[in-house]
């Protein structure tokens, strides 16, 4: 091959790698939250591409699962249809954005209006409130068993942050809500057979676990999170809400007898 045309070859290359390279930057998983009129709505969406190049998307919330239809992506501009049912008629909402350096932004359109909307390609480095916006599977050891609830953390279009409490025993009030330097806390409220109860939470966050205590009149209790979609639980953990292993109820382990000898 001649010297020129070399050099040809190279600057074709140098010319569509951009192009190649920015067609892929819209696949992948997405942090996704929607600013509604009153609340703000999130949800992780995923996009692939098949083998005949064209994009699919799933987009997972709170409700359900639903299916992107109809998504282009070309110059840095996104759109697609969001299809969901959940127990009553279809409903579609469209989307239409930029993307730039994994993030996003745009706005959409369904029947509950007009709205803006942002995401974040998982993975991104996250900074301050950012890195605790999302669902977290909130782990509770007690003496008896272990419960798992779910915490789900947004941020305000002032930039404060708002908290709302999911479980076995309904929802529960997320008041006083501050990450700061790393530490998660709020005040939990929650009422039981007509009588109010408070506690306080403090946690450290590292990524996508937090490790801290509940304290309330009852006393302190171990309290850890893990953020929804980042990973398996981790092995050894009694099942949600089932009762807790003898050792940590503070009981002997049950003898075994030995192999091939009488019990």
């Known amino acids: 091959m001649s010297k020129k045309a070399v050099v040809a070859a190279v600057l074709v290359f140098v010319v569509l790698a951009p192009v190649v390279i920015a067609a892929e930057g819209v696949v992948g998983e997405w942090e996704f939250k929607s600013q509604i009129p009153a609340r703000t709505s999130q949800a992780t969406m995923t996009i692939t591409k098949n083998a005949e190049g064209k994009y699919e998307g799933k987009w997972l919330a709170q409700w359900g699962e639903s299916e992107l239809s109809d998504i282009k992506f070309e110059k840095g501009k996104v759109s697609f249809v969001q299809t969901s049912s959940f127990g009553g008629p279809e409903m579609k909402t469209t989307y239409e954005g930029t993307v730039e ?13 007009e709205f803006t909307f942002e995401g974040a390609m998982q993975g991104e480095p996250k900074s301050g409130a950012d890195a605790i916006v999302g669902e977290w599977q909130m782990t509770i050891n007690t003496a008896a068993r272990e419960m798992v609830d779910k915490l789900i953390i947004s941020k305000n279009a002032d930039g404060t942050l ?3 409490w999911i479980g076995q025993r309904g929802e529960n009030t997320i008041t006083n809500l ?6 998660l806390t709020f005040t939990r409220t929650s009422s039981f057979g007509g ?14 676990t937090i490790k801290g205590n509940f304290t309330s009149e009852r006393g302190e209790r171990e309290a850890n999170a893990t953020r929804v979609g980042a990973g398996k639980p981790e092995a050894g953990k009694a099942e949600p809400n089932k009762p807790a292993s003898p050792a940590k109820r503070g009981e002997p382990a049950p003898s075994k007898p030995e192999p091939n000898k009488p019990a």
């Open 101 to 113: 350096g994994g993030k996003m932004k745009g706005s959409g359109k369904g029947q509950f209006g």
């Open 195 to 208: 009588r109010e109860m408070q506690s306080t939470y403090e946690g450290t966050v590292e990524g996508d």
């Open 162 to 164: 708002a908290g709302k």
């Open 178 to 183: 501050k990450f700061e330097g790393g530490k």
